[in-house]
T-cell receptor
Framework: AQRVTQPEKLLSVFKGAPVELKCNYSYSGSPELFWYVQYSRQRLQLLLRHISRESIKGFTADLNKGETSFHLKKPFAQEEDSAMYYCALANQAGTALIFGKGTTLSVSS | NAGVTQTPKFQVLKTGQSMTLQCAQDMNHNSMYWYRQDPGMGLRLIYYSASEGTTDKGEVPNGYNVSRLNKREFSLRLESAAPSQTSVYFC????????????FGSGTRLTVV
């Protein structure tokens, strides 16, 4: 079964601390993975695509096929990073995204 | 460039009432989607349309119907609203899913009393 698991509902860190938002997936074959961010009461925005290996707003994510993980990382958290983060996986048919339940990141000073 | 536009932004319905949520995109995308977002549940797919003229059920289709009116517009209808349908509804569109993912609308916050 295709599945995305985000084990943490809430992650609280201090400003300047490193951040790692966990995402594990279940999938047969080569997964296409994404991270989306939702700031308070706003629309979801694409943050990262696994396929492009880009770095946006200081965030990076590396696909680890052995651990079936796609964790989102940032070396120094900022208060403006406080938001809900969703990990998503393209389904086997390539027709839709499967989302995890999301992790709320709270960065305090 | 508006992207994906949803109307209305907020709605309160009484149990048993019907309504249609509208979604339009101006990016010439082939695929469109409806999700609901509930606390602790993440985003769950209700229906999607891979191309104009086709629609398919997602994970939670019961109580909903959809219409892909043309390439731009994809509407979601609640025929007889129930309190369990209280949620935030997001429309999204995509072109090449695996490359670009989705573009989302701003959401419709629906309360059924």
């Amino acid at each position: 079964a295709q599945r995305v698991t985000q084990p943490e509902k809430l992650l609280s860190v201090f400003k300047g601390a490193p951040v790692e938002l966990k995402c594990n997936y279940s999938y047969s074959g080569s997964p296409e993975l994404f991270w989306y961010v939702q700031y308070s009461r706003q629309r979801l925005q694409l943050l990262l695509r696994h396929i492009s290996r880009e770095s946006i707003k200081g965030f990076t994510a590396d696909l680890n096929k052995g651990e079936t993980s796609f964790h989102l990382k940032k070396p120094f958290a900022q208060e403006e990073d406080s938001a809900m983060y969703y990990c998503a996986l393209a389904n086997q048919a390539g027709t839709a995204l499967i989302f995890g339940k999301g992790t709320t990141l709270s960065v305090s000073s | 460039n508006a992207g994906v536009t949803q109307t209305p932004k907020f709605q309160v319905l009484k149990t048993g009432q019907s309504m249609t949520l509208q979604c339009a995109q101006d990016m010439n995308h082939n695929s469109m989607y409806w999700y609901r977002q509930d606390p602790g549940m993440g985003l769950r797919l209700i229906y999607y349309s891979a191309s104009e003229g086709t629609t398919d059920k997602g994970e939670v289709p019961n109580g909903y119907n959809v219409s892909r009116l043309n390439k731009r517009e994809f509407s979601l209808r609640l025929e007889s609203a129930a309190p369990s349908q209280t949620s935030v509804y997001f429309c999204a569109s995509s072109e090449v899913l695996s490359l670009y993912g989705y573009t989302f609308g701003s959401g419709t916050r629906l309360t059924v009393v």
